[in-house]
């Protein structure tokens, strides 16, 4: 058998004023745009990613394998159109030539300046060329679902926990039921569906309520084989377009039934919760206070509103601000995006003294926010290449390159400040320049959920922090205009 195996991953938050050419997708290891190829491999194999699961399911049933292209970038704004065709054309040249079947490690919340779904337009195209080819697909938690993605796939999973530490065994889930429809075992049919819901990042996850219920469910369901495969999608919230919403898809054998009416059970528990995923926003002076007032540590302060993991710019300084206001000490900031002040500290050299503008250099005009750059002043502690190889649970062995970071020791306040942007999920955007987060009172990290896969272990305390940025919990901010309407709870006697 001959498959074909690739990436295509990118969140867009279609309020950040951050491009996302296709030079972006590169993200890990300070790779200059997709990888190719051999390349794939290289740089996947024996990693939690869904691709590494495909990579190992082929090798174990002897499967020729071809890797045309593998491209993930940090989320920000829409992805430029060129950069998606380039990745489509790629993919789906691959598939011409010919194939048994196609394996993909899709997003699922992408958007394009032409296209609200890049996704379901990828697997229609990949139709138009190859039109029974078995198609397996696995999606993160925050996709946004449309009918042309579930009409054009074979089997569908997501992601079951987030922060995402199954990203590799979602990918050998949808893998291993291709494989039992390529042996002709099965006959997977999929049923899905979708609800007028912008949950709350803040209150998504499946290893809390209101989620997990809803999760646990389908992951029995699973279990116990009364479906090939369920899977829940919290959603990506912070993209306007019509596919956005909690969904579900269950993958059933033969007979549609089973499927369905696990769907409807999912859906209608999520439904019947929905005021639970609204997140009470509290202002992030009181935040600060409270974990001031905290004792022993460390106290993990998570910055929300300004979270490169969901599109934020990763420069806004008023939570650094206000924890240099409130005086607290013995505090290390995750990386501040800037790749001129890095320039700068360089240039100062280490053991120097130097005082600059810190931060604050992007506008967000879709939310009317300027930024506004801190005046620091610090003594240069370290500067490094901003590499290192992730150990803790999430996206296990990537290699993360921050690009060139440095560490400024501000009296009580050690900032890093790196050219590249990544939310702070493994220990090492800390160890690796020389700072042991454990030995710390306080940590100030750009994050809202995947931070708990390597911080929540050691962390005494875990305050979070309302900062302003695209990212915010607080949807009156944002201008939707291509929302499906009505849609809870921007709409409060909104419907299923």
């Not at 929540?456 to 201008?479: N, R, T």
Request: proline residues 7%; charged residues 20%; hydrophobic residues 45%.
């Amino acid at each position: 058998m001959r498959f074909v195996i690739a990436m295509m991953r990118h969140e867009t938050n279609t309020f950040s004023p951050l491009p996302t050419p296709l030079s972006s997708f590169g993200r890990t290891g300070g790779h200059d745009g997709p990888f190719y190829g051999d390349e794939v491999v290289e740089a996947y194999a024996g990693t939690n990613n869904p691709i590494a699961a495909y990579l190992d399911l082929a090798r174990e049933v002897g499967a020729e394998v071809v890797t045309p292209i593998a491209g993930e970038a940090w989320p920000g704004g829409p992805v430029a159109d060129d950069a998606f065709e380039t990745i489509a054309n790629t993919i789906c040249d691959s598939v011409v030539v010919g194939c048994d079947a196609l394996f993909l490690d899709l997003h699922g919340a992408m958007v394009t300046g032409l296209y609200d779904d890049p996704e379901g337009r990828l697997l229609k195209r990949v139709r138009t060329v190859a039109p029974d080819l078995p198609i397996a697909v696995a999606f993160d938690f925050h996709a946004n679902l449309s009918a042309e993605t579930i009409e054009n796939a074979t089997i569908i999973t997501g992601y079951r926990t987030y922060p995402h530490v199954d990203m590799y065994e979602a990918g050998r889930r949808a893998g291993r039921t291709l494989l039992r429809s390529l042996n002709g075992e099965i006959a997977p049919v999929i049923a899905w569906g979708s609800l007028p819901l912008l949950t709350h990042m803040l209150r998504q996850t499946p290893a809390r309520q209101p989620m997990k219920d809803v999760m646990d469910m389908a992951i029995a369901a699973e279990a116990e084989g009364k479906v090939l495969n369920a899977s829940v999608f919290g959603g990506f919230p912070l993209a306007d377009h019509p596919h956005v919403g909690v969904s579900t898809v269950v993958v059933g054998d033969g007979d549609a039934g089973a499927a369905v009416q696990l769907s409807e059970a999912l859906l209608a528990m999520a439904w019947e919760r929905r005021a639970d995923f609204v997140y009470p926003v509290e202002p992030a002076e009181d935040s600060i206070a409270r974990a001031k007032a905290l004792d022993g540590g460390p106290i993990v302060l998570v910055e929300h509103g300004d979270n490169c993991g969901a599109g934020g710019n990763q420069d806004v300084m008023a939570a650094v601000e206000e924890v240099m206001r409130q005086g607290l000490e013995d505090i290390a900031v995750s990386p501040v995006w800037d790749p001129g002040a890095v320039a700068e500290i360089i240039d100062a050299g280490v053991g120097n003294q130097i005082a600059l503008d810190l931060g604050g250099k992007t506008d967000m005009p879709a939310i009317n926010l300027e930024g506004r750059p801190l005046r620091v002043a610090g003594r240069v502690r370290a500067i490094t290449d901003g590499r290192f190889t992730v150990t803790g649970p999430m996206m296990t062995g990537m290699r993360i390159s921050l690009g060139r970071t440095a560490v400024l020791d501000c009296g009580g306040v050690e900032i890093m400040v790196s050219e590249e942007r990544m939310e702070p999920f493994d220990l090492g955007v800390f160890r690796h320049a020389g700072i042991e987060p454990t030995q710390k009172k306080y940590l100030l990290i750009k994050s809202r959920q995947h931070f708990r896969a390597a911080f929540e272990p050691i962390a005494k305390h875990i305050v979070e922090v309302a900062g302003p940025g695209v990212c915010s919990s607080d949807y009156g901010l944002f201008p939707f205009e291509k929302l499906r309407r009505p849609i809870y709870p921007l709409d409060p006697g909104a419907t299923r």
